[in-house]
């Protein structure tokens, strides 16, 4: 079996068969989450009249906390693809750092959506209180386990990068998990202007 050549230009998580079969997986299974979405939000736009029983939308959503947590998140994204640029150049120690500074506006932004949680629950809207509420919930919520995932994610690989280093294994993990970190921003865009802006209307 012949040994694969590369151009100098070929970013390191491409320089295995592995790497490009496990990044070409991995879009596959966007797409899967793709779906999934897809179909949270489907039923909370068919439940978004549903809030008898219950405080509407409008008059507990803010827009400074919602803006303050799509701050934290896109932001993150904008560092998180910094910190891929630095491992295309090589520099360990600036991607190790980007990484770091990825996961700490994921907390952040972790700590305002509980928060938040906590506060509509104070106020009378819980998971339990309707229809609205409850589709509201799982949305958001499965969202924010997706960004605890991510971020738990990146904490493993940085112990795999802490011990082996940057190689084409560990730079095809890193790669991976920045596009499941872009996608959750995505995601988010969807649900700040379909769910907190469009809920605010009214108020």
Not at 70 to 86: P, R, V, Y
Not at 109 to 116: A, G, N, P, R, V
Not at 192 to 200: E, I, K, P
Request: aromatic fraction near 18%; include cysteine.
């Amino acid at each position: 079996m012949a040994h694969e050549t590369h151009s100098p230009d070929t970013p390191l998580e491409y320089r295995s068969e592995i790497g490009r079969l496990n990044i070409f997986g991995f879009w596959v299974f966007l797409g899967a989450e793709v779906i999934l979405f897809a179909t949270l939000f489907a039923a909370y736009f068919t439940l978004t009249g549903s809030t008898g029983g219950g405080p509407l939308p409008s008059e507990l959503f803010e827009l400074k906390g919602v803006l303050i947590m799509t701050f934290l998140l896109l932001t993150s994204s904008f560092t998180c693809g910094l910190a891929i640029h630095e491992m295309r150049r090589n520099n360990y120690k600036s991607m190790i750092i980007w990484m770091i500074i990825t996961m700490l506006f994921g907390v952040g932004f972790l700590y305002m959506e509980i928060s938040e949680f906590i506060l509509y629950v104070h106020e009378g809207a819980s998971i339990g209180t309707n229809a609205f509420w409850s589709a509201f919930f799982v949305l958001t919520a499965t969202h924010g386990l997706h960004v605890t995932i991510g971020i738990g994610w990146m904490f493993l690989i940085l112990i795999q990068l802490f011990k082996k280093g940057l190689t084409p294994g560990t730079a095809k993990k890193v790669f991976i998990s920045s596009l499941y970190w872009h996608f959750l921003d995505f995601v988010w865009i969807f649900i700040f202007t379909g769910v907190y802006l469009l809920g605010m209307v009214g108020k």
